[in-house]
């Protein structure tokens, strides 16, 4: 069984920074590109970054680019997302995906979600 666990959100201030981290099992995660999501109250899920297996590859959003890094550890089966210079409308609740396939994480369909976690940034 497939879980990804995402921990990390939370509450912080305008300019502040977040690392959200995205525990893989069930999968064999070295060989899975992974991403991130958000979704905003009354807002449609959207994609924020993904990362191919090896680390070579980045996506991100342009709303986040400068400001977001996407990483992982395969040795730790574990994701990341280090967000920097946080905005009001970052608040969303924040989503690690994976899928063998990177380009289904580009277009927002891969086969495998986590629960999410909460990030809440105060102006």
């Known amino acids: 069984q497939v879980q990804l666990v995402e921990s990390g959100g939370g509450l912080v201030q305008a300019g502040g920074s977040l690392r959200l981290s995205c525990a893989a099992s069930?999968?064999?995660?070295?060989?899975?590109?992974m991403g991130w999501f958000r979704q905003a109250p009354g807002k449609e899920r959207e994609f924020v970054a993904a990362i191919s297996w090896s680390s070579g590859t980045t996506d991100y959003a342009d709303s986040v680019k400068g400001r977001f890094t996407i990483s992982r550890d395969n040795a730790k089966n574990t994701g990341y997302l280090q967000m920097n210079n946080l905005k009001a409308e970052d608040t969303a609740v924040y989503y690690c995906?994976?899928?063998?396939?990177?380009?289904?994480?580009?277009?927002?369909?891969?086969?495998?979600w986590g629960q999410g976690t909460q990030v809440t940034v105060s102006s």
């Open positions: 995906a994976a899928d063998i396939r990177r380009s289904k994480l580009i277009d927002g369909t891969p086969g495998y």
């Open positions: 069930g999968l064999t995660f070295s060989s899975y590109a």
